[in-house]
């Protein structure tokens, strides 16, 4: 079964956290949308170290990270509209990482089937919020508002214009925010579905092809925004994630508060 354990409120500073990422024995997040093209450096226990704003990036909406041996991927590919022309995943060595004037490259991709970029408000198929690199390419999978279901796209790591080749879909009956890969066989999605129960999806990975196993829900109480995650490593037979929930406005009779960004670890 699924252990799980909160670890620290985030400050106010990652209110939005929306992608997580495993380096050196350091956890980086950043911000989506309304944030500087900024990482944040944490510790296991969740206190920022220090931050990263970088001068060759933009952030329209930051909405993961993802890296190989040589490099970081930084997906800002967040669509609420659906109208976004401007997809892009930026490509920073990882030995610049804490360089921030490093060069940058930018990947810009499409998607196959869209014919259309009407603003759609979260009533569409082509918002992002997941990245995983394998091997020589990087995957997508996407937050489909529309039919709550996932789309599976490969993206050339080294091609900067580029449409996303459609690989698989599945009917996840959620949202799909976050994605990581172990390095071997398993990617584990994270999401939340429409009444914010949060779940994560096993992926059995080998040879390009994806199978997808299992669901399961978190048991968080009241729900949570759940938006990403990272594979840490494996301990006793069991792989060890962290996930992050951004700040969600909650009711309180008649009042509203908004409940800190959450950093939890799960074992599975």
Known sequence: GIELQLIKELVP???????LEFYKGHLITHNDSGDLPTLYFLDLKGTILYSKTYKNMKAVDWEDITKDDTHHYIADIGN???????LSIYKIALSDLENENA???????????QKTFVKGNQNHSYDAESIVAIKGSLY?????????????????KNQRDQVAQKITSHNV????????????????LCGYNSSLTPFVFKIH??????????????????GAQVEANSY?????????????????????????????????????
Do not use: M
């Open 205 to 222: 990975y080998e040879n390009g092809t994806f199978d997808f196993l299992e669901k399961q829900e978190i048991g968080i109480y009241g």
């Open 13 to 19: 500073a990652l209110t939005e956290t929306s992608g």
């Open 80 to 86: 609420n509209q659906g109208n976004r022309k401007d």
């Open 140 to 156: 997508i999978f996407s937050k489909d508002w529309k039919n709550q279901s996932t789309v599976l796209y490969k993206v050339d």
């Open 103 to 113: 060069s940058v490259e930018e990947l810009h991709i499409s998607y196959p089937d």
């Open 232 to 268: 840490l490593t494996t301990k006793n037979n069991k792989e060890v994630y962290y996930f992050s929930c951004e700040a969600a406005n909650i009711q309180l009779g008649e009042d509203e508060a908004l409940s800190q960004a959450k950093l939890y670890e799960l074992k599975w």
């Open 173 to 188: 009956k959620g949202l799909i925010t976050g994605a990581t890969f172990n390095g071997t066989d398993t990617i584990l």
